[in-house]
């Protein structure tokens, strides 16, 4: 397979055999790589091929900016999803991903976000006991 896009350092883009666009990640994949290249295989951890051509395009462009380790924690609540399944839509990937991505990120700088479901459900709790 040939890279069509370097994502960054960990993802590259590359077509499978019908055309589709495949998001390939992996440790060092698209290390000075340039387009036409061919990718090693073995340095292939994860592939991921979104049927919807515009939210595809969106995972790019949240893969190039995070870390591939947050795409790796929404592919496996996918999976979890799909194994109970769950109708899962190929936004979740971007979604949750960048939905990680932020949460870490404030939880390093030291924010704290209150949980207003929660928050909401204690006071609901609280009338109930009045």
């Known amino acids: 397979m040939k890279i069509i896009r370097v994502l960054n350092t960990n993802a590259v883009v590359s077509v499978d055999s019908q055309g589709m666009e495949l998001i390939m ?5 698209g290390f000075k790589k340039r387009k036409g290249e061919n990718i090693d295989q073995s340095l292939v ?3 991921y091929h979104l049927e919807n051509k515009e939210e595809s395009k969106r995972l790019q462009e949240v893969v190039k900016e995070i870390s591939e380790e947050y795409l790796g924690i929404a592919d496996r609540v996918v999976k979890e999803a799909k194994k109970e399944k769950l109708e899962i839509r190929d936004s979740l990937y971007v979604t949750l991903t960048d939905h990680i991505n932020s ?4 939880y390093r700088e030291g924010i704290a976000l209150k949980n207003m479901m929660k928050l ?8 109930l006991q009045n």
């Open 25 to 29: 990640t992996g440790p060092g994949i």
């Open 45 to 47: 951890d994860k592939t």
């Open 103 to 106: 949460a870490v990120a404030r």
């Open 120 to 127: 909401h459900l204690l006071q609901c709790i609280s009338c």
